[in-house]
């Protein structure tokens, strides 16, 4: 595709379940990252991958929530026992390389409600 | 982290030019200045961005101060559909964007 697309675009979720928010990086784009946005807030920065592997994880909240890039394309973010607190839209980016000097592309976000 | 300071909220009138400020006066010698803005509902979408130079592209100029403590974002002809957040960033070392609360433009006719 052509740009950053994440699936479901709506995710509505009773609270103490397991959910799986899908990102299809734009093809060849190195790095992956994920955020989180909540109402009226800026993105919030979770978890950057190069490849295969988290390069930075320290924006994790707790150890609810984990994400994986298995073969360096799809990314899947996981939140185990959801809590209303973890409604918000997640974002997902993609950038050609992991230089500074290299623009990272967004895309549409997941927005997940907690009931 | 260097951090920016933005202001919250500005009007520009349609078809004018809309500078938007920032002061990152703790940036570090090789981290860029990026700017994003987002539109309701949307994702942020990529402005541009700078290290030292003045940066210009079809969406925007971005000019740098020779300190490179300050930059401003400039949309020469404001229309209606640039109202959005405007978010000014310093791209740090480990290569993630840090957002802050960004600056709210709208764009009145």
């Known amino acids: 595709g052509a740009g950053v697309s994440q699936t479901p675009s709506n995710k509505v979720t009773e609270k103490g379940k397991y959910v799986e928010l899908r990102c299809d990086p734009i093809s060849g784009h190195t790095a992956l990252y994920w955020y989180r946005q909540s109402l009226g807030q800026g993105p919030e920065f979770l978890i950057y991958?190069?490849?295969?592997?988290?390069?930075?994880d320290s924006g994790l909240p707790n150890d609810r929530f984990f994400a994986v890039r298995p073969e360096g394309s799809v990314s899947t973010l996981k939140i185990q026992r959801t809590e209303r607190g973890d409604s918000a839209v997640y974002l997902c980016a993609s950038s050609l390389t992991a230089e500074m000097n290299t623009e990272a592309f967004f895309g549409q976000g997941t927005r997940l409600t907690v009931v | 982290d260097a951090k920016t300071t933005q202001p919250p909220s500005m009007d520009c009138a349609e078809g004018r030019a809309a500078n938007l400020p920032c002061n990152h006066s703790t940036i570090s010698g090789n981290e860029y200045v990026y700017w994003y803005r987002q539109i309701h509902s949307q994702g942020p979408q990529y402005i541009i961005h700078?290290?030292?130079n003045n940066e210009t592209n079809e969406m925007a100029s971005l000019i740098i101060t020779e300190d490179r403590k300050s930059s401003t974002l400039i949309l020469p002809h404001a229309t209606l559909r640039d109202t959005a957040v405007y978010y000014c960033i310093v791209r740090r070392s480990g290569n993630m964007l840090t957002f802050g609360g960004g600056t709210r433009l709208m764009v009145k006719p």
């Open positions: 700078g290290l030292k």
């Open positions: 991958f190069q490849g295969t592997g988290a390069a930075d």
